[in-house]
């Protein structure tokens, strides 16, 4: 039912194929690589595209159209799961501070706000400082500095359905708090927070580039396209395939993602 | 021998704060149930009437033990709801159940109809198999009058009395002693309340159901209730029979409900005014500005519930303060006020 109208969007429709071929390239990306993307071939650096080299090659001689098409497995990866991390956390914080109120949604909110006051950049910079850059590392940061819109998002829906009187009937058939959470309020309020995750996928791609490209994200070989830029930065003057694909894949799946996430909003009609 | 009493209200008072200013700071307090003493016997219908905004709801929030009242107690089967909590109060809760007044509400939008007959069941562990429940569901669906081919439909596939039927059949999904019917015809449509009302009636004789029925609307209440508690501005003003208190209102309150209820508006006369705010009750008597009987010391005093029996004893019109419910007389009459004969 929800994919007709969603196809009637034509915004939401674009967003929907652009995210939809991503994730068919990330999940076939052994199939569609024409070369090792990890494999170095220092007779041929920075060849231009060619028939064999679609996308050129970088400074060391790997196929910048297979370590294309593994970042895109990469940033999806990072994205979902980092994403999927501040929905729990968000959703968790958000759910209790909006059912218990009182005292508990006074201390969980102003955590929110702190986090909220210090620049989401140089949190994320402090706490790579103390950990092991890597694909984990940076997942788990994404997670946990990008949690507290959607905790503001589930409390408000929660504090609205909380006072529904079907919330108060299940409470009156003596449902425990945990079951009138997870059965009763999460379900109703899910439609808002896949709009939120949608749109945080592509903030959390966006993030983990930026991250890359300082350094302090995936590590090499392994590709990424924050990565990739940042590798391509020497040779700009000379190789302008490796700063355009890298730059235009980045900027079309976070495109992707929003324009998806905006569909989905209107189809669902809440904020 | 077990106490004749199901449920039991003991001086409830419910009070909320009033926020106000730009620290919200408290500024005063509602006085949205003042006092009250009921009780429901087994196999019992009570009715409570009054107005809109009168504490109604309120009471039977604290009723359901949804609500903790500000102070005094709630009984259940001689036991003390107000000192409960968690697991312990989950588990007295299929005790009793509330009946709300919008079915559209009542129902979560995302569960089938058999989704919510089920839940109680899985909560209070009723039925062990996916096959016991399925035909629990199928006995409730029967006796609330819906066909089984209701239990895959969510409720916005539902009229308001189908859904109401649901609510009352996930009500009694936990054999529940007392249902608190919390205006249970008001937003459905009159042929369909009065099926509702039928229904109810049938499953208390079926059922040995009793009813803390709540209503603003005499009429229903009348063809309900054995006795009938009449509330006024948090407070309960009159408590009698239903015969009695519709042949003989004794609280000028009630006299004014019924006059207001059975006859037609050229008759009414006066119509009496607005309830004054609860917000800021004044001294003496809670009803005096509309009273048409108002004296001094109505002003100075506030009646106590005193008990009554009818016909006309000697004139009383307040009660000193230590006469407290009297349990078992005859046909015993609680009144606050009344004319004088």
């Given at each position: ?10 915004l939401?429709a ?29 007779l041929h ?13 970088d ?6 159209w297979?370590?294309w098409i ?10 979902v ?13 958000g759910?209790?501070?909006?059912y ?8 969980l ?50 504090l ?32 808002p ?23 302090l ?14 590798e ?16 235009l ?11 998806l ?11 | ?15 909320f ?13 509602v006085r ?80 089938t ?31 609330v ?11 916005s596939?539902?009229?308001?009395g ?16 007392l ?13 369909i ?14 059922e ?9 609307d ?7 209730a ?15 029979s239903?015969?009695?208190?519709f ?5 000028p309150?009630?006299?004014?409900l ?7 508006l ?20 809670r ?39 009297a ?8 009144v ?6």
């Open positions: 039912m929800a994919r007709p109208r969603l196809w009637h969007n034509r939401a674009a967003g929907l194929t652009i995210v939809g071929l991503l994730i068919v390239v990330a999940a076939a990306a052994p199939l569609i690589a024409r070369h090792d993307p990890s494999a170095i071939d220092l650096p920075l060849d231009p595209p060619s028939g064999q080299h679609w996308l050129g090659t400074s060391l001689g790997r196929d910048v297979s370590r593994y970042g895109a497995r990469i940033s999806l990866e990072v994205g799961i980092a994403v999927g991390i501040a929905l729990l956390i968000g959703t968790l914080i759910a209790m501070a909006g218990y109120g009182g005292w508990i949604d006074s201390v909110m102003r955590c929110v706000d702190v986090m909220l006051c210090i620049p989401t950049f140089f949190l994320l910079l402090a706490v790579i400082a103390f950990l092991q850059p890597g694909i984990g590392t940076i997942m788990v940061v994404i997670g946990i500095t990008g949690w507290m819109g959607i905790a503001r998002l589930v409390r408000a829906e929660v609205t359905l909380k006072e529904r009187e079907f919330i108060q009937a299940a409470r009156g058939l003596g449902a425990s708090d945990a079951r009138i959470i997870l059965r009763h309020l999460l379900p109703n309020a899910i439609a927070i896949l709009v939120a995750g949608t749109l945080g996928i592509g903030g959390a791609i966006l993030t983990e580039s930026a991250l890359s490209f300082l350094g994200g995936v590590q090499p070989p392994t590709p990424s396209w924050g990565n990739m830029l940042i391509a930065k020497a040779t700009l003057g000379v190789a302008w395939w490796l700063t355009v694909y890298p730059g894949a980045i900027l079309i799946t976070v495109l992707g993602f929003n324009l996430g905006e569909g989905l909003r209107e189809q669902w009609g809440r904020r | 021998m077990a106490d004749p009493r199901l449920l039991e209200l003991r001086d409830v008072t419910v009070t704060p009033v926020r106000a200013g730009p620290w919200r700071r408290v500024a005063g307090q949205a149930v003042d006092r009250v003493n009921l009780s429901v016997a087994s196999g019992e219908s009570l009715g409570l009437v009054g107005e809109s905004g009168c504490g109604k709801t309120t009471l039977a929030k604290v009723a359901a033990a949804l609500l903790k009242p500000s102070s005094g107690e709630v009984w259940f089967e001689g036991e003390r709801l107000s000192a409960m909590t968690g697991s312990r109060l989950r588990q007295m809760r299929r005790r009793w159940q509330l009946i709300f007044q919008d079915p559209a509400n009542a129902l979560n939008p995302r569960f109809v058999r989704q919510a007959i089920e839940e109680p069941l899985i909560i209070h562990r009723l039925d062990g198999t996916v096959a016991d429940r399925r035909n629990t569901v199928a006995a409730l669906l029967d006796k009058g819906l066909a089984e081919t209701f239990a895959d439909r969510l409720p596939e539902l009229s308001g189908e859904r109401q039927r649901v609510v009352i059949a996930r009500a009694l999904a936990v054999q529940p002693r249902l608190i019917c919390d205006e249970p015809i008001a937003s459905l449509d009159v042929s309340g009065a099926q509702m009302l039928e229904l109810l009636r049938d499953l208390q004789r079926r040995h159901l009793s009813y803390l029925f709540i209503s603003h005499l009429r229903s209440v009348a063809s309900m054995h006795r009938v508690a009449v509330m006024y501005l948090g407070a309960v003003v009159e408590v009698a239903t015969e009695a208190l042949r003989v209102p004794w609280h309150y009630t006299e004014l019924l006059r207001s209820a059975f006859q037609p050229s008759a009414q006369g006066v119509a009496g005014g607005e309830a004054p705010s609860a917000l800021h009750l004044s001294s003496g008597c009803f005096r500005a509309r009273c048409p009987l108002a004296e001094q010391i109505c002003v100075d005093q506030e009646p106590a519930l005193i008990p009554k029996n009818p016909p006309y004893e000697p004139a009383l019109r307040l009660a000193p303060p230590s006469v407290g419910l349990q078992g007389s005859a046909s015993p009459r609680l606050a006020c009344h004319k004088r004969p």
